[in-house]
């Protein structure tokens, strides 16, 4: 890996004393793309939330972006120039699409920002004065990729953004993915193999909190690594 | 005999009453979800602010522009120093700001004993409107309402800070990760809620007498306003205060208070349990309007 985009190092976390993460150490080349894969449970979720800074991590260090931000609050994480989008719970209630575009670029052009965004996921300029609540879940995972994208993050945190959606939009969420990870570092938690397998690089198996496996994401999946870790 | 502009005007005036009281809580238990039973006290500090201010300049005006701005600054210590720690504990930040309410209160015993003070009226006496006279102090409390409900819904609706803070009130986590410093919006909200009690507590010292149990006077119909009218909804604020508040002003021709402001509570009661069908039933139409708005 050359230059580090992100990078822990012997990463334990938790809450409070229920300890989910056992000294993780993984890290995301810049301009690459890192797979974390896991069962449920496995502590993928809980792993983001400390990178986020939603989380203290009990020991070990984050380094992102050229800094080390453990500790640091999540507003000032997502300043240094990253971005999370969560699995669910990734809408504001009574906030319009618009107003969430406005929220994520600071910007008082907001009809600038929803024709950008309409590039991308049409429907959601048809729906930018409906409130997040009302919208379908694949909307909703369009929503959080529009207000990740619309900052043009250096470090992309994307928590299963296929997950619990129809084919079709599927197609359509890797599809922008795909082209939103050129060139920029990308760390995608995934428990589904052919996303994960969409957008490549190097891979890093959680089980239990622990990274159990790691390498390129080609050569774990052809070893069978992958589906014996990931398959019940 | 009275006219019946006046009986209406009474009526409008204690709705005002019952806005005045319950906007700071808006903020402090409505948006941020503190079960803030200091709510009373900082309307009490910002009575005897007016007073104490109005006692050292002879300037009433001037203990009322400070009512807000000593409030203020007590309720963004006591938020920095204590309630930050308490959002989503509502029995931990109830029992905070029960012992909070009590350190206050006995602290203005204390300063000021407990002899009923008063505060003089900024503007004695009434006008001739439509053949009756309106008193002056009564119409700028009615005035001072509107205003503020009004500023309060251009605040939060048509202001970056306002968009930042009803962000930060519907998702905390995803609020600070998108970059917003959730902390500091909080401590902001909390601040302009106990600004606008000390506010309220200033603006009503005129029209009542203050002792040290002069915020607790408030604190029940506030709470009642507040959770009729839907935790964070400023239109159900100002609905639950025109039901609560005219409710309690007509039946007031008719019984005595005590019993009038009991009847209060059980439409609260009743109105709380009513209260979910009315909110599906304007969601649904305002569902309606957007998928007509769409097409």
């Not at chain 1, 250096?154 to 084919?167: M, S, Y």
């Not at chain 2, 998702?171 to 009690?197: K, S």
Request: hydrophobic residues 50%.
């Amino acid at each position: 890996m050359s230059e580090v985009a992100l990078e822990l190092s012997e990463v334990s976390a938790g809450y409070g004393t229920a300890r989910v993460l056992w000294e993780v150490t993984l890290g995301v080349g810049v301009g690459e793309v890192g797979c974390l894969l896991g069962r449920n449970g496995a502590g993928k979720t809980t792993l983001l939330k400390t990178v986020m800074g939603l989380l203290r991590p009990e020991t070990g260090r984050v380094r992102a972006l050229g800094r080390d931000i453990t500790g640091w609050p999540g507003h000032r994480v997502h300043r240094s120039g990253m971005v999370w989008v969560p699995q669910d719970n990734g809408v504001f209630p009574g906030l319009t699409v618009q107003e969430h575009l406005a929220l994520a670029t600071g910007d008082d052009d907001v009809d600038a920002v929803v024709t950008r965004v309409a590039e991308w996921f049409p429907v959601l300029a048809e729906r930018r004065y409906q409130e997040g609540q009302t919208l379908s879940g694949g909307e909703r995972k369009m929503l959080g990729i529009a207000q990740a994208l619309v900052t043009d993050p250096q470090l992309l945190l994307l928590d299963e953004p296929t997950e619990g959606v129809a084919p079709q939009v599927v197609e359509q969420l890797l599809g922008v993915l795909a082209g939103a990870s050129d060139g920029r570092s990308v760390l995608l938690v995934e428990q589904n193999i052919d996303t994960a397998l969409t957008l490549g690089g190097t891979a890093y198996v959680l089980e239990e909190g622990r990274v159990v496996a790691a390498g390129p994401l080609s050569e774990l999946h052809d070893s069978g690594e992958l589906q014996r870790r990931l398959t019940l | 005999m009275t006219s019946p502009l006046i009986d209406a005007f009474n009526v409008v005036s204690l709705i005002a009453v019952f806005v005045l009281i319950s906007l700071g809580l808006h903020f402090t238990f409505g948006m941020l979800g503190l079960v803030n039973l200091v709510h009373g006290e900082l309307l009490l500090i910002g009575g005897y602010a007016t007073y104490a201010v109005a006692e050292l300049t002879g300037n009433v005006l001037l203990g009322m522009l400070a009512a807000p701005v000593v409030a203020g600054l007590v309720g963004l210590a006591m938020e920095r120093g204590v309630l930050r720690f308490l959002y989503q504990r509502p029995l931990d930040s109830l029992l905070a700001t029960f012992g909070l309410a009590v350190i206050i209160r006995q602290a203005v015993q204390l300063v000021y004993t407990s002899s009923p003070r008063n505060v003089p009226d900024l503007l004695r006496g009434s006008w001739l409107i439509l053949g009756v006279n309106i008193p002056r102090w009564r119409l700028v409390l009615a005035v001072l309402a509107a205003v503020l409900v009004i500023g309060a819904w251009w605040l939060l609706a048509r202001t970056r800070f306002g968009l930042r803070a009803r962000a930060v009130v519907a998702n905390p986590d995803l609020a600070e990760t998108t970059g917003l410093d959730v902390g500091a919006m909080r401590a902001g909200l909390f601040t302009i809620g106990a600004a606008l009690a000390g506010l309220a507590g200033g603006a009503l010292a005129p029209v009542s007498t203050l002792d040290p149990q002069y915020g607790l006077l408030f604190l029940v119909n506030a709470f009642l306003v507040t959770i009729l009218g839907g935790p964070g909804s400023l239109t159900g604020l100002v609905a639950a205060a025109a039901v609560l508040g005219g409710s309690l002003a007509l039946l007031q021709f008719v019984i005595p208070t005590v019993f009038a402001q009991i009847l209060v509570l059980v439409i609260a009661v009743v109105g709380v349990r009513l209260r979910p069908l009315v909110v599906a039933a304007l969601a649904e139409r305002k569902s309606h309007r957007t998928a007509v708005a769409a097409e």
